[in-house]
């Protein structure tokens, strides 16, 4: 029962692809994440191909206007947020479920079955949205022109029973044991987690999945190209959970289980990592947190190359004024008349679910380029312990960067505890 409810929740996920796609084309008037009457119709064209061309709302059938009203709540639309491929990290489980309940209901009005994706570019071609699905190598050897074609990848216990019926994986003959890997939530971590996977499953023919916790969905052969971030650092949990039933599948429920942990860091070893329940092994690699910054500023001043450029009274102005505080696109259109009209910085107001963001593209376009402001502890005038903004690594990470700037007279200090999402979009921001 177990696993056929989790084949289930697995189908649902493949039959909203193509939906989620039809929602992010489809709101442009304005696109703020919400989907009115019009884009509504426009969502159905795009999903149906046109089967809808030329009708206004009102002319559409009633239970498709119907399920406009049920979502939208009686409201004037309603947030489609996370349908884009740059926001699915960013929503909420909550909104998550909202699109995907949305999308199966669409799915089932339109005539389509829960485990058959809408007819798509992808589907009508009986291609999967993730062209990878069946197998790296075995896809990259194909296009290289090879005459050895490995056979299918080991399926894995979050493989769909299409996926299995239509040849893409194999379930494996040699009875393996499903191997669980939680990687840390960076992005070193997940690579190296996709690699193992990829690896196992298809010169060893082992099944491999991927634990995140409560983050989103980590799978290379997932086909909606899922890159979800790890919900801790360093899932200790997963850990001690697998060595209490070895095989994470005998859960029934939603525990965290992994038996690899594949880049731990040794400033984490602490009292919740019992070391008589795992084994340590050397990954080969070595890391290190380092300071950036962009190419641009240090090409204007060469002496930030290095550590001279940072400490001492003599650089605390020259850092005040040249590194100023990020702003979310919420905070930059609340200080410019709501961004009514499109400037260099942003094309127009942020949505509800986008207004705490520090930089957003989509589709090819930036939306919100991002903007640094100079706030008074920027300013050495009115501030004589004035200092430049410093984006610093989560709490989690132990970048000491704190007992650096202090010892070091660096002026340079942090305000807030990003997320690792809001790293990536304050460097974006800044390049």
Request: net charge negative; with cysteine.
């Amino acid at each position: 029962n177990l696993q056929k409810e989790e084949s289930i929740v697995e189908d649902s996920i493949a039959a909203t692809a193509p939906c989620l796609t039809a929602l992010a084309k489809s709101d442009t008037q304005p696109r703020d994440a919400q989907l009115d009457k019009n884009e509504y119709l426009d969502f159905l064209n795009i999903l149906t191909q046109g089967d809808y061309d030329g009708l206004d709302f009102e002319d559409l059938p009633l239970d498709l206007k119907t399920n406009y009203d049920n979502f939208a709540k009686g409201g004037q639309g309603f947030s489609c947020f996370g349908a884009q491929p740059a926001e699915a990290f960013l929503a909420s489980e909550v909104q998550k479920q909202f699109l995907r309940d949305f999308c199966l209901k669409v799915n089932e009005l339109l005539g389509n079955e829960v485990n058959r994706p809408i007819t798509s570019a992808a589907s009508a071609t009986n291609e999967p949205l993730n062209r990878y699905v069946g197998g790296c190598l075995r896809e990259k050897l194909k296009e290289l022109g090879s005459d050895v074609i490995p056979k299918r990848r080991a399926c894995n216990s979050h493989d769909s029973p299409e996926i299995i019926e239509q040849g893409l994986c194999e379930v494996s003959q040699f009875d393996y044991m499903e191997i669980r890997i939680t990687p840390g939530n960076w992005d070193s971590a997940n690579f190296y987690a996709l690699i193992i996977q990829i690896i196992l499953s298809e010169l060893l023919f082992v099944p491999v999945s991927i634990d995140t916790g409560t983050g989103g969905e980590l799978n290379f052969y997932d086909v909606n190209n899922g890159f979800g971030y790890n919900s801790v650092s360093h899932n200790y949990e997963a850990l001690a959970n697998s060595n209490k039933v070895a095989d994470c599948r005998d859960y029934s429920d939603n525990t965290t289980c992994a038996h690899v942990f594949p880049e731990f860091w040794q400033a984490y070893q602490n009292s919740q990592l019992n070391y008589d329940e795992v084994e340590e092994v050397f990954n080969s690699m070595v890391g290190y947190l380092s300071w950036y910054v962009p190419k641009h500023v240090v090409e204007d001043d060469m002496t930030l190359m290095s550590y001279i450029g940072y400490f001492g009274k003599d650089n605390k102005e020259k850092l005040a004024k040249l590194f100023k505080r990020p702003t979310t696109w919420g905070d930059y259109c609340a200080s410019k008349s709501n961004c009514t009209t499109k400037d260099d910085y942003a094309s127009g107001p942020p949505g509800v679910e986008e207004k705490d963001l520090y930089f957003f593209e989509g589709d090819g376009e930036k939306y919100y380029t991002g903007f640094f402001n100079a706030t008074e502890r920027n300013d050495c005038t009115l501030n004589s312990d004035c200092t430049g903004h410093f984006v610093d690594y989560p709490c989690s990470w132990g970048a000491f960067t704190d007992q650096i700037t202090h010892w070091n007279n660096v002026s340079l200090e942090h305000e807030k505890e990003y997320t690792y999402s809001e790293l990536l979009q304050i460097f974006k921001a800044a390049n």
